[in-house]
């Protein structure tokens, strides 16, 4: 929210969004080629749900251009924006190959496959939120790349502090399948 109202503020539209990611822990490790799979087919799902909120809000930004401005239409068309704006950041940023990142799962089980999801995903993000010409798409053609680095680089400041302080009160994380430690008062 904070990093939203930083982006209306500096005029960069659409907005930055900055957010915490969820996970779950199984019973039993999958293998490779399942969490692979199951990964991939998830960040396809993302995509295809974004891509279905971009096409819906085409007619509704149109009916809202055209003057109906009706409150539960100007909440449909945010959300909607969102939705798209949302997932194509989190397809982008999740799928680079790195430590504890979902691209590192896929790309561990299949090179070809991240390649495509990551080729596709990485051109949409630029032409529809970087490219200068975004505005055609929601975006604003008037923001200089000052705003979006600003913007960039206290959202990474504040993830590294959150980790800092997480890492300094709770020490190294047990990994998946590993039982914490307990001490024993004997």
């Known amino acids: 929210l904070i990093f939203d109202v930083f982006s209306r503020i500096s005029h960069f539209e659409p907005g930055y969004v900055f957010g915490i990611m969820a996970a779950m822990m199984f019973r039993t490790k999958p293998t490779g080629e399942e969490d692979g799979r199951s990964t991939s087919l998830a960040y396809v799902w993302l995509f295809l749900v974004g891509v279905v909120a971009w096409i819906a809000y085409g007619s509704v930004n149109s ?31 999740s799928l680079i190959p790195a430590r504890y990142m979902d691209g590192e799962i896929i790309f561990r089980w299949s090179k070809t496959v991240w390649a495509i999801m990551y080729v596709v995903v990485t051109f949409i993000f630029v032409q529809f939120i970087l490219h200068p010409t975004a505005a055609g798409y929601g975006g604003n053609s008037n923001t200089s790349i000052i705003p979006m680095l600003a913007i960039f680089i206290a959202s990474s400041i504040a993830a590294a502090v959150f980790w800092l302080y997480a890492h300094m009160k709770y020490g190294r994380m047990a990994t998946i399948g590993e039982a914490p430690v307990e001490e024993c008062a004997n």
């Open 63 to 93: 009916r809202v251009i055209a003057g109906n401005h009706g409150f539960w239409l100007l909440v449909a068309e945010s959300l909607l924006s969102y939705l798209w704006i949302c997932g194509l950041q989190a397809l982008f940023f």
